[in-house]
């Protein structure tokens, strides 16, 4: 029920403005994700890690009448359903016994290197370099605040 909390709140506050400790020569603050307004910020994929993935699909299709599809291998077998602006939520089953149950949304960007590069000088461990998904783009996660934060590239 918690991560159905935080998922919720996630889809509401999909835009928002990121905080950064440099600024540009007009004294604004770099956008490092996709640039569709001001500090825009678009989910692209939304995933949920969960040990009861035919129970979250179940409740989200009621809830918000998605249709999930069959396992995805290139996305770790998560079954996806297709979100309104283009992107997915994916849910499957942990893919190793100590990987715990999460809400990660992956935030769309134009570079997913630069993204990474400038995560990683302000702090952030990255967890997973840019990876690329045949067929989805590519992906990289970094942990920032204990928190796990993850960015897309199409």
């Not at 283009?86 to 190793?96: D, E, K, Q, T």
């Not at 715990?100 to 967890?127: F, N, Q």
Request: hydrophobic fraction near 45%.
């Amino acid at each position: 029920m918690r991560a159905i909390a935080l998922v919720i709140f996630a889809l509401l506050f999909v835009s928002c403005s990121s905080p950064s400790r440099d600024v540009d020569s007009t004294g604004r603050s770099p956008n490092l994700l996709k640039d569709m307004g001001e500090n825009l910020m678009q989910i692209y994929y939304l995933e949920i890690v969960t040990k009861d993935v035919d129970t979250v699909c179940a409740v989200y299709a009621a809830a918000n009448g998605l249709e999930f599809g069959d396992a995805d291998a290139a996305l770790g077998n998560a079954r996806t359903a297709a979100l309104s602006g283009g992107g997915l939520v994916g849910v499957r089953a942990p893919l190793r016994e100590s990987e715990e149950p999460v809400v990660r949304p992956y935030w769309l960007v134009d570079d997913i290197e630069s993204a990474v590069a400038v995560a990683a000088d302000t702090g952030a461990k990255v967890a997973l370099p840019p990876m690329k998904i045949p067929g989805h783009g590519t992906c990289a996660i970094y942990i920032e605040g204990g928190v796990e934060h993850g960015l897309w590239q199409r």
